[in-house]
């Protein structure tokens, strides 16, 4: 088997094709370097492809009328993204930019189309993924209309807790290579406030700070704050 399909194989979205079916894919997917801090589109560009990530991360985010940024998403290797447009042929409906260096896979339009068709199975797994984003988009609406910053920052440490958490013998080990500022702007607060209730946690003995990473010590107390 090829070398990118042999990876395609590990990608959930592509699980359950045959090696010729994944190699076929591969063939027809065109593979991108964005440095980090690129964008690899904005908000309100033509809808032309699919992408997935092949290695690096993917911030996907809005701006609001006064200008801020808010992160809805922050993706990872073998994530998908931008598949509304295939159902909707329109524009990107957010900004993608690389947090850090980022390999892609891009699937035009066409081509994806023509997968879809063959394997209906394709399109239910699209449906499921973006009903999942949906809900994450109403569970931030609900956190910014009804919580405070200690449940919205609470909220999110427990969500990317069960997406990426590494249990330790300390804890839960989170390695977000996230700043601040980008978890400011994904529960909509300022970078101070953010830094100040890290702080808090960590001295009340919740969790424990190592730059960008974050080791959960004790889950039960972080749910007190929701």
Known sequence: MKKNAEYLKKVPFFQGLSEKELEM??????????????VLFFEGDP??????????????????????EQILHILK??????????????????????????????????AM??????????AIKL???????????QILIRDLALHDAYSRLAGLILRLM??????????????????????????GTSRETVARILSRFQKEGIILLNKQQIIVLDEEKLREWI
């Open 113 to 122: 189309e023509k997968l879809l068709a063959s394997h209906p199975q394709l």
């Open 25 to 38: 894919v591969s063939d027809v997917m065109l593979e991108r370097f964005f440095p980090k801090g690129d």
């Open 127 to 137: 449906l499921r993924i973006m009903s999942r984003r949906l809900r994450q988009a």
């Open 47 to 68: 809808g032309e492809a699919l992408f997935v990530i092949k290695s690096g991360r993917v911030k996907i985010s809005k701006m609001s009328e006064d200008g801020r």
């Open 162 to 187: 069960r997406r990426e958490g590494q249990a330790t013998e300390r804890g839960i080990l989170l390695d977000l290579q996230l700043t601040r500022q980008e978890m400011a702007s994904m529960i």
């Open 77 to 110: 290797a073998g994530d998908i993204f931008a598949e509304v447009i295939l159902f909707d042929q329109g524009s990107y409906p957010a900004t993608a930019e690389a947090v850090e260096n980022t390999t892609c896979w891009l699937l035009r339009n066409a």
